[in-house]
């Protein structure tokens, strides 16, 4: 079992950072690949940045790609996700998941367990 807690979201206006942090329970945290997804209302949670647990390979939609960035401290059991200049069309909840065998490390139904979600609100 694998327990999640996000924390970072808030309000911020648009062209501005935030950084979110997603801390695992267990001393398996290195094994698994950790995703970044989001959900704006009314629509599919949709993929947004992971790292494999192998060489910490990383991956991003195309809509995040040079904006925000997926690291890991495996010492800290913790994930983060760095949002460079946010844009309002970024607004959703961001929930953090881990995935044990990492096979294809954009694909949400792949991951076994989530986060509760942080909210992030982009002003214009």
């Known amino acids: 079992q694998v327990q999640l807690v996000e924390s970072g979201g808030g309000l911020v206006q648009a062209g501005g950072s935030l950084r979110l942090s997603c801390a695992a329970s267990?001393?398996?945290?290195?094994?698994?690949?950790m995703g970044w997804f989001r959900q704006a209302s009314g629509q599919e949670r949709e993929f947004v940045a992971s790292?494999?647990?192998?060489?910490?390979?990383?991956y991003y939609s195309d809509s995040v790609k040079g904006r925000f960035t997926v690291s890991r401290d495996n010492a800290k059991n913790t994930v983060y996700l760095q949002m460079n200049s946010l844009k309002p069309e970024d607004t959703a909840v961001y929930y953090c998941?881990?995935?044990?065998?990492?096979?294809?490390?954009?694909?949400?139904?792949?991951?076994?367990?989530w986060g509760q979600g942080t909210q992030v609100t982009v002003s214009s």
């Open positions: 998941a881990a995935d044990y065998l990492g096979l294809r490390p954009s694909v949400k139904d792949e991951y076994e367990y």
């Open positions: 790292i494999t647990r192998r060489d910490s390979s990383t």
């Open positions: 267990g001393r398996t945290f290195s094994r698994y690949t």
